[in-house]
T-cell receptor
């Protein structure tokens, strides 16, 4: 079945360091891809998304490009801040009729230290 | 807008007791609610899908008699863990689709069964 694999955490970085969180997927067809973020004590929030190959999603300095050839959607940020400390989830969905649930990766905890 | 309020955020209960988790959509009507469970270092796994006014649809391997889901109104869906055991200790989170590619998540419930 469809699945998402993302790098294991936790990831600890110093402020202003470069961040990459790898995400690959297995799916039949071409899903929409998402990154969600969960800050401590809060629900998941959509960070960015891409709906077709070569699309680049971006938000708050984070970017991810939908790579069909490598079935990947790696999350990157050039300079992380302490406020970026959170758990990041890669997810996919196929659009069909009706409401369809997201398929999530395991989540990667990021800790940024000053 | 589009907030899902989930309660309680944390609960500790004794083995054999039941626990009810509520998810309320505060400013929109949630005809569908997805219920997920996450074990440590694992993915968010879909447990069941509830639809207002009809029976929930459970994923394979999820005991419907143990995890009772009720979606009696357009703003409230509940998950009751009956006769809880330590292996039910987990993080439970609800999610409501909002059309397009939008999903709203509750903040999650950390259940510990002792």
């Amino acid at each position: 079945g469809d699945s998402v694999t993302q790098m294991e955490g936790p990831v600890t970085l110093s402020e202003e360091a470069f961040l990459t969180i790898n995400c690959t997927y297995t799916a039949t067809g071409y899903p929409s891809l998402f990154w969600y973020v969960q800050y401590p004590g809060e629900g998941l929030q959509l960070l960015l998304k891409a709906t077709k190959a070569d699309d680049k999603g971006s938000n708050k300095g984070f970017e991810a490009t939908y790579r069909k050839e490598t079935t990947s959607f790696h999350l990157e940020k050039g300079s992380v801040q302490v406020s970026d400390s959170a758990v990041y989830f890669c997810a996919l969905i196929f659009r069909g009729s009706g409401n369809t649930p997201l398929v999530f990766g395991k989540g990667t905890r990021l800790s940024v230290i000053a | 807008g589009a907030v899902v309020s989930q309660h309680p955020s944390r609960v500790i209960c004794k083995s054999g007791t039941s626990v009810k988790i509520e998810c309320r959509s505060l400013d929109f009507q949630a005809t569908t609610m997805f219920w997920y469970r996450q074990f440590p270092k694992q993915s968010l796994m879909l447990m069941a899908t509830s639809n207002e006014g009809s029976k929930a649809t459970y994923e394979q391997g999820v005991e419907k008699d143990k995890f009772l889901i009720n979606h009696a109104s357009l703003t409230l869906s509940t998950l009751t863990v009956t006769s809880a055991h330590p292996e039910d200790s987990s993080f439970y989170i609800c999610s409501a689709p909002r059309g397009g590619s939008g999903y709203t998540f509750g903040s999650g419930t950390r259940l510990t069964v002792v």
